[in-house]
């Protein structure tokens, strides 16, 4: 479980910059999954990065971002580090100040697994080698409105299917691994954790790239802000995203936190091997592919979750980002 960490409030700044008053000054709660794709996160913790910035910041464990937008629109979180999805368009349509305000992971072909497709040997004898095949298996997704069914529903429409042309049911990743294993269901969408579980090696199991053929480049993860940081100083949001993305950097380039080494202890894996996993997903400057989320806003209204598709200008926040960050369409040979 991830452990809350609280900083001590620092009144700390670059040379000529203005301090905040100190007793203004609050701690920054920021909602995070216990991932290891929140590693540049806690390297920017662990090295000092929103101190030296003159900020406090409590990392707050949030399991996925269905839990997390309604404690970022009620106040209770100030920042969300997830993938977007209906919970948040339907916050903004209602008015609530929540804000996408940087981009953080995007699908790459040498990295990462999220949307990858994990089956049953015995199901698939001679492999997946077409996402046609997938027609009356059973597969399971952690949610069904999260990017992970969004990939699903991408994948299947890629191969001329339709959700109903499989059975989907709902499974927590340690659930959905036990259930392929012993032969309940006959695949399993990656979240991007699967593969970090030591059973991901047993030779039952088959791993498919998935999501990455059809949506190459598609950004599925996001920063988030609350009313707290989106109506109060702006400079308190740019010094956290400023700091974030110091870190996000240093991570892309080898620094690695003492988080990924007790994230592999706690998890039983090879702290050697965690400590090597791929980084070329993270955007060091956040940029925000603002292709990427009108296709998921689409298809969440397409699927009913939510009842019209939010405005783009109400849902991006763009004043807190570094200067220089690139802030687009997605990248030539995308989407």
Same mark, same amino acid.
């Given at each position: 479980?991830?452990?809350?960490?609280?900083?001590?409030?620092? #009144?700390?700044? @670059?040379?000529?910059?203005?301090?905040?008053?100190?007793?203004?000054? =609050?701690?920054?709660?920021?909602?995070?999954?216990?991932?290891?794709?929140?590693?540049?996160?806690?390297?920017?913790?662990?090295?000092?990065?929103?101190?030296?910035?003159?900020?406090?910041?409590?990392?707050?464990?949030?399991?996925?971002?269905?839990? +997390?937008?309604?404690?970022?629109?009620?106040?209770?979180?100030?920042?969300?580090?997830?993938?977007?999805? /209906?919970?948040?368009?339907?916050?903004?349509?209602?008015?609530?100040?929540?804000?996408?305000?940087?981009?953080?992971?995007?699908?790459?072909?040498?990295?990462?697994?999220?949307?990858?497709?994990?089956?049953?040997?015995?199901?698939?004898?001679?492999?997946?080698?077409? &996402?046609?095949?997938?027609?009356?298996?059973?597969?399971?997704?952690?949610?069904?409105?999260?990017?992970?069914?969004?990939?699903?529903?991408? !994948?299947?429409?890629?191969?001329?299917?339709?959700?109903?042309?499989?059975?989907?049911?709902?499974?927590? %990743?340690?659930?959905?691994?036990?259930?392929?294993?012993?032969?309940?269901?006959?695949?399993?969408?990656?979240?991007?954790? $699967?593969?970090?579980?030591?059973?991901?090696?047993? /030779?039952?199991?088959? @791993?498919?790239?998935? *999501?990455?053929?059809?949506?190459?480049?598609? =950004?599925?993860?996001?920063?988030?802000?609350?009313?707290?940081?989106?109506?109060?100083?702006? %400079?308190?949001?740019?010094?956290?995203?400023?700091?974030?993305?110091? +870190?996000?950097? +240093?991570?892309?380039?080898?620094?690695?936190?003492?988080?990924?080494?007790? $994230?592999?202890?706690?998890?039983?894996?090879?702290?050697?091997?965690?400590?090597?996993?791929?980084?070329?997903?993270?955007?060091?400057?956040?940029? !925000?592919?603002?292709?990427?989320? =009108?296709?998921?806003?689409?298809?969440?209204?397409?699927?009913?979750?939510?009842? =019209?598709?939010?405005?783009?200008?109400?849902?991006?926040?763009?004043? &807190?980002?570094? *200067?220089? #960050?690139?802030?687009? @369409?997605?990248?030539?040979?995308?989407?």
């Amino acid at each position: 479980m991830l452990r809350r960490k609280a900083l001590t409030v620092l #009144a700390v700044t @670059a040379a000529g910059c203005s301090r905040w008053k100190e007793e203004d000054e =609050q701690l920054i709660r920021v909602g995070v999954a216990p991932y290891l794709s929140m590693s540049s996160l806690h390297l920017g913790w662990e090295r000092g990065y929103f101190r030296e910035a003159g900020l406090g910041v409590d990392l707050v464990a949030s399991p996925n971002s269905t839990e +997390a937008i309604p404690l970022l629109a009620g106040g209770k979180l100030d920042v969300a580090f997830f993938s977007p999805g /209906p919970a948040l368009f339907n916050a903004v349509l209602r008015g609530a100040r929540v804000a996408v305000v940087a981009g953080r992971e995007r699908l790459t072909p040498d990295c990462g697994t999220v949307g990858d497709i994990y089956t049953r040997r015995e199901a698939f004898p001679n492999g997946l080698a077409g &996402f046609e095949q997938l027609r009356g298996k059973k597969l399971a997704i952690t949610h069904k409105t999260t990017v992970s069914a969004f990939f699903l529903d991408e !994948i299947l429409r890629h191969a001329g299917l339709r959700t109903t042309d499989v059975e989907v049911v709902l499974l927590r %990743r340690a659930e959905a691994l036990a259930a392929l294993l012993g032969g309940r269901i006959d695949a399993t969408l990656s979240d991007g954790h $699967f593969d970090k579980d030591p059973a991901r090696g047993d /030779p039952r199991v088959i @791993a498919v790239k998935g *999501a990455i053929r059809v949506l190459p480049g598609f =950004q599925y993860s996001h920063i988030m802000f609350g009313s707290a940081l989106l109506d109060g100083d702006p %400079r308190r949001g740019t010094a956290f995203l400023t700091a974030y993305h110091r +870190a996000a950097e +240093a991570f892309q380039n080898g620094a690695t936190p003492k988080f990924m080494d007790d $994230f592999a202890l706690s998890n039983n894996l090879d702290p050697k091997h965690t400590r090597e996993a791929c980084r070329t997903t993270f955007s060091p400057d956040g940029a !925000i592919d603002e292709t990427s989320l =009108q296709r998921f806003i689409n298809w969440s209204v397409e699927k009913g979750f939510c009842p =019209q598709a939010v405005d783009l200008k109400r849902l991006i926040d763009r004043r &807190f980002l570094p *200067a220089g #960050a690139w802030a687009g @369409a997605a990248p030539r040979g995308t989407l």
